[in-house]
């Protein structure tokens, strides 16, 4: 509707060192030792920059951080309720866009983000998040994914995998295996059926520069755009507090997690291994997996298989079926 | 000069949006209030209104829409009816508690099942007591108005509470009625611009919405209940101001209708009204001293001029349009808190409620005359039989 008014261009950096010391998103807050979202937090608040709005849907990003009335934002921060992240940064972004036409504020046009869970993205917030991507809103959406409701105990959500035990998928004598669906996919989502999304990316906090340079890029698109970050949950994965950022290697390096970018319609790929290590390399690293038998975990490593080898179409590349 | 035209509660209700110059607009369709979102629509199409017209993606999506826009610091209009009132209810507490003084107007509809388009104040009732400023429309006229006023009062910082202006879908959402349209320069004079005191702007960085302890949950509730009560002041500074500026003659909370010497006496709000004051002239001709009560507002609810107003009659029946089912009174919502009003009174009239309009139906002067017979009887024998009749279903009273 209205013209575009952002004009910043956010340079990529080259190097850990190039990135900048200042810090938007504080410490001080109350995430556990070894958390892999806030983590994540960290590096996009530093990627954006102090001209940023950040929403806070329900989860751990928003319970351990804004907790007692305290808050670890150095830029404007709103708690949304987990189902609306997208729809309240619509607002925001169309309420910029008048005030600016209307002279009622001034400057640059501000970076909104949304800093979503994966229940906040594709489970619940999946229709608000939709409709911001489908409107075409100038905002980026952040799903940050550590797998599981991890704010309310570790219940599985739509992108836990094959096997993962969680609260609600208990494995037992009757359900050996835990859950028994395959995730949700959520870039393809995004990708599959919002034509205003111009771009489109995965990162992982196992590649820090990678990861900024993705959220600046991001952000220098006018319109939406949407990046799904991987953030391994210590707490909710059972594993050492010390190997975050080892967990999320070994999940690139055993393909459970694929890194790239779509950019308005071209794919390109990031830290793609020669050889993909087996994922049973990565599972024995988590107790969530560790009741899996070499039948559970065969039937991962097809899909795995199956999903490395798929053809970078975007329609085509959709999940294979459970079973 | 203030122009004079023939509008549906729709249609005026758009024309007070455009002339409080709204700023971000979300919409949804559903009957009846969707014709509010059809006029507007066409208004920015045409460039008449400078504003952002967001199509949400539910109800949910459009309360979620104009909570960041009002939040960001713009000026925020949306709206519903019936299922879709309630299906956004989620987000009623964290926008009045997060004090965003946004606007969204009901035009009211009966909840499903089954389906039916008719008016009914349950989706709103449904709402009141989440901290907004809640009060129906009796004319299009009223509607227009409401707007202007509630977002005044709203956005006062001494206030700062969001408001449902519910009109009754279709007798007033859709039956043109006689509206003057002011003058832009008069609802300036009227409405301040919009001025959220902690806007999301990173030039001054502010956090909305920090997890609280269980311990801290009630100064917050105080606070939002404090507005509550600080706002009958403002409501009636904004009401003396309206009235002064478009020269109508607005009572704040209650308006009275041939209440002189009056010995019984109908209590309602919004479309029915109407009706009912042709009832009540018709049986002043025939010698029977009835008058009526409006209530403009239901929240923040007028307890004392209510009791006021009603502690002068000796019956008074209270015309629900809404339903609470299992609720003290056994029927709708109003006859609870005008005999909690009555309460602290010496002497109190006789109160029972009446169940009509539910579900769209029309609300006749037979209607009105069957429960002037039932006050009248009350009167007669110093007491009500029971505290509700569902008006035209009942055997035999």
């Not at chain 1, 109350?30 to 849907?57: D, E, M, S």
């Not at chain 2, 209810?89 to 508690?97: K, V």
């Not at chain 2, 009526?292 to 929240?299: D, E, I, M, T």
């Not at chain 2, 299992?326 to 010496?346: F, Q």
Request: aromatic fraction near 10%; proline fraction near 7%; include cysteine.
């Amino acid at each position: 509707m209205a013209a575009a008014i952002k004009t910043q261009n956010l340079a990529p950096v080259k190097l850990i060192r190039n990135v900048p010391k200042e810090e938007y998103y504080l410490p001080g807050h109350r995430t556990c030792a070894g958390c892999g979202p806030a983590l994540q937090y960290k590096l996009v608040a530093k990627a954006a920059g102090p001209n940023t709005i950040f929403l806070g849907p329900t989860g751990c990003m928003y319970v351990a951080n804004a907790s007692y009335l305290c808050t670890p934002y150095a830029v404007p921060w709103m708690h949304t309720q987990i189902t609306n992240g997208g729809a309240v940064a619509s607002g925001i972004e169309a309420a910029y866009k008048v005030l600016l036409r209307k002279g009622k504020r001034e400057g640059e046009f501000p970076n909104i983000i949304v800093m979503a869970g994966d229940g906040g993205s594709v489970d619940i917030g999946l229709q608000a998040m939709s409709a911001m991507m489908y409107r075409g809103h100038d905002a980026l959406f952040i799903c940050y994914d550590n797998e599981a409701y991890a704010n309310t105990g570790i219940q599985t959500s739509p992108t836990t995998p094959y096997g993962g035990n969680t609260t609600f998928t208990p494995p037992g004598s009757a359900i050996p295996e835990g859950k028994t669906l395959f995730p949700k996919d959520p870039p393809q989502l995004v990708i599959g059926a919002h034509p205003a999304v111009k771009y489109v990316a995965t990162a992982s906090i196992a590649y820090p520069v990678d990861l900024i340079n993705k959220v600046r890029k991001a952000l220098n698109v006018v319109g939406p755009t949407f990046l799904h970050i991987h953030c391994p949950c210590p707490k909710g994965w059972g594993f050492d507090e010390a190997k975050t950022v080892e967990v999320a290697r070994l999940a690139i390096e055993t393909g459970m997690w694929n890194m790239y970018e779509w950019d308005n319609g071209e794919y390109r790929y990031q830290f793609k291994p020669k050889k993909y290590k087996p994922v049973r390399e990565y599972l024995k690293l988590q107790n969530r997996f560790a009741h899996l038998s070499d039948a559970h975990i065969a039937k991962l490593q097809a899909f795995v298989d199956a999903k490395v080898k798929a053809k970078p179409v975007p329609v085509e590349a959709a999940v294979p079926k459970a079973n | 000069m203030a122009k004079e035209m023939m509008l549906s509660g729709c249609a005026s209700s758009a024309q007070a949006a455009k002339m409080a110059k709204v700023e971000v607009i979300s919409s949804y369709p559903i009957r009846p209030y969707t014709a509010i979102m059809m006029e507007l629509s066409k208004m920015v199409a045409n460039g008449e209104l400078d504003a952002e017209f967001v199509h949400g993606e539910g109800e949910h999506g459009q309360l979620s829409i104009v909570l960041g826009a009002a939040a960001a610091g713009a000026r925020a209009l949306t709206g519903s009816s019936g299922v879709g009132v309630t299906y956004a209810f989620e987000n009623y507490s964290p926008i009045a508690g997060g004090r965003i003084p946004l606007q969204m107007m009901i035009a009211d509809r009966a909840l499903d099942p089954p389906g039916d388009f008719g008016s009914e104040h349950t989706d709103a009732m449904s709402c009141r007591d989440q901290g907004w400023l809640m009060g129906w429309a009796e004319t299009p006229q009223e509607a227009f108005d409401n707007c202007l006023i509630n977002y005044r009062v709203g956005e006062d910082h001494r206030v700062l509470l969001p408001q449902f202006v519910c009109q009754d879908g279709y007798f007033v959402s859709h039956i043109p009625g006689p509206v003057s349209l002011p003058e832009q320069s008069q609802v300036d004079e009227f409405l301040p611009p919009y001025n959220l005191p902690h806007p999301l702007d990173p030039k001054r960085p502010v956090s909305h919405g920090p997890q609280i302890r269980p311990d801290q949950g009630t100064i917050m509730d105080i606070q939002r209940a404090q507005a509550m009560l600080d706002a009958p002041a403002v409501i009636r500074e904004a009401i003396d101001d309206y009235n002064r500026i478009f020269g109508r003659k607005y009572a704040p909370f209650v308006e009275e209708y041939m209440t002189d010497d009056a010995e019984i006496a109908f209590f309602l709000m919004g479309a029915h009204t109407m009706t009912a004051r042709h009832a009540v002239r018709h049986l002043r001709a025939k010698g029977v001293k009835i008058g009526l009560v409006k209530l403009r507002f239901v929240r923040p609810w007028p307890t004392e001029e209510v009791a006021q107003a009603l502690s002068k009659f000796k019956a008074v029946g209270v015309v629900e349009t809404s339903t609470s089912y299992g609720g003290a009174m056994r029927g709708g919502n109003l006859l609870h808190e005008v005999r909690a009003s009555l309460y602290e009174l010496p002497q109190r009239p006789l109160t029972t409620s009446f169940m009509a309009g539910l579900g769209g139906e029309m609300v006749s002067l037979e209607d009105f005359y069957h429960m002037t017979e039932v006050l009248s009887k009350a009167v007669r024998e110093g007491k009500t039989k029971k505290t509700v009749y569902w008006v035209g279903f009942e055997a035999e009273d």
